[in-house]
């Protein structure tokens, strides 16, 4: 039977439109989620996250030994750090917030990779009092940094370097990092000398191979396979110059996910297959035994699962003839438009087949930037009241939202089979006061 992959789709794994003509996701009437819930809304359907787990599983069956890492950085939650763990994936973190998340769901540290061009001192030491995790070292002062943490702390640190391979996969330049005057990881030229500072310090230092992550939202193989080839020579000269066989290759992640009906990513299961017989085959050309392969996907892990729910407020019609309809949210739950100008896909989930308007419009959303638009010249028939759903939400999404305009971010509810559970909640008012704190002389003078 043919492997699932839902990084191919624009909708969810589970989307169903039902016999009241809404969009149904994960077994659930999204128009009761809105009201139960309100809106704006994340959905995450779980069935699509569970596919493409398993899609990249079945992808990497023929390759000896590996482990599928989810990105943590495209959302995370304890309940997605649950979920990570109940499908058997490890978790690549970034931050000592995404670390903290991971320990506080008990999430086990030999399957947490530590990922950061800039890690702190408490980032690293927290780390290393977790356990076995491992650090994905990005530069020499950084490893500096680490053997002499381990050394305080009497832990041997279990590394890998991260190289700049020097290439360039086909996405948007804020999110590619393969390049060689990237901000992340080593330059191929300085690889070799930091093994040897990793070697020298061996009481605090394990180090255990080379990972990469050439960028995020690509479609095409070609520069997996080419990162593949280079980072296998990393490997050769290693054991030219050192006698070692590293025992562990990390890819990183980052294929695409298709945001719209015309985008064609390539699925994640070919993805996962490819590049680990591209593996088999670089490494045994070069007489290399081969690695225990790790890859990290995040954004085609649960991309496809997310859709965002809006409520469609107030409509204008310009005089040159272009027409806004305004959301009730917009760049702080979803920063990717302004940010990438980042494409999306949406629907009337009250009326799931409405016909398409004969003119265009911009779903705009509602913060104070001109920028803040979801989607330019869509032919939705939409109007005021309308329940809007934008589809593939799910990475990047939350991860990036912010409390622009004093605003809380909206709650997140996992879907499965008519359950719907919120994993998140909705911020409050009284939440965006939390960390407020008034100088007493202010306060004083307010008295008065
Ligand atoms: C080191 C690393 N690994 C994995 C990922 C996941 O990428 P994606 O969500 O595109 O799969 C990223 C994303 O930036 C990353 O920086």
Redesign the pocket.
């Known amino acids: 039977m043919a492997v699932i992959s839902p990084n191919t789709r624009v909708q969810p794994h589970s989307a169903q439109i039902n016999s009241d003509d809404h969009l149904v996701v994960g077994g659930c009437d999204t128009v009761e989620l809105a009201s139960r819930f309100g809106t704006p809304l994340y959905l995450l359907d779980e069935l699509t996250i569970r596919k493409a787990a398993e899609a990249v599983k079945q992808g990497l069956a023929q390759y000896p030994e590996s482990r599928i890492l989810y990105?943590g950085?495209?959302f995370l939650c304890l309940a997605m750090c649950h979920l990570i763990d109940d499908l058997g994936l490890g978790l690549?973190v970034?931050s000592a917030g995404e670390l903290y998340t991971a320990r506080a769901a008990n999430f086990p540290p030999e399957l947490i990779y530590m990922?950061g061009n800039n890690k702190s001192r408490q980032e690293i030491e927290a780390g290393l009092q977790t356990g076995a995790v491992n650090i994905?070292v990005d530069n020499a002062s950084e490893l500096a940094l680490v053997g002499q943490i381990a050394n305080e702390l009497g832990k041997k640190a279990r590394i890998l370097f991260?190289v700049t391979p020097g290439v360039v996969p086909d996405t948007h330049h804020y999110?590619a990092?393969g390049h060689t005057d990237s901000k992340?990881g080593l330059p191929l030229a300085e690889l070799q000398a930091a093994v040897a500072l990793a070697l020298e310090q061996k009481e605090s230092i394990q180090l255990v191979g080379l990972?990469t992550?050439i960028?995020?939202?690509s479609h095409e193989i070609e520069p997996y396979l080419e990162m593949v080839e280079i980072l296998a020579d990393c490997f050769q000269e290693v054991k030219l110059n050192f006698g070692l066989d590293l025992p562990e290759l990390n890819i990183?992640?980052?294929?695409?996910i298709a945001y719209l009906e015309t985008d064609r990513p390539m699925a994640i299961y070919d993805w996962a297959q490819k590049v680990s017989s591209q593996v088999s085959k670089s490494f045994r050309s070069r007489q290399l035994p081969p690695p225990f392969l790790v890859v990290?996907?995040?954004?085609?892990?649960v991309g496809t699962a997310g859709v965002t729910l809006y409520r469609a407020g107030h409509s204008k019609l310009l005089p040159g003839g272009l027409r806004y309809l305004a959301v009730d949210g917009g760049m702080a739950d979803n920063p990717r438009p302004i940010t990438y100008q980042a494409k999306y896909t949406a629907c009337i989930a009250n009326r799931m087949s409405s016909s398409s308007a004969e003119q265009p419009l911009t779903l705009a959303g509602k913060y104070c930037e001109s920028g803040d638009i979801i989607i330019k010249d869509t032919y939705l028939a939409a109007d005021t009241g309308d329940l809007i759903a934008i589809f593939d939400t799910g990475?990047?999404n939350y991860s990036m939202a912010s409390n622009y305009n004093r605003t809380g971010r909206p709650a997140c509810v996992l879907l499965s089979e008519g359950r719907a559970d919120a994993i998140i909640e909705r911020e409050t008012n009284a939440d965006l006061l939390r960390q407020d704190r008034v100088p007493d002389r202010l306060l004083r003078r307010a008295q008065r």
């Open positions: 990105a950085k495209a690549d970034v990922h994905v991260r999110i990092t992340f990972h992550h960028g995020s939202q990183g992640g980052g294929l695409g990290e996907p995040g954004r085609s892990i990475a990047y």
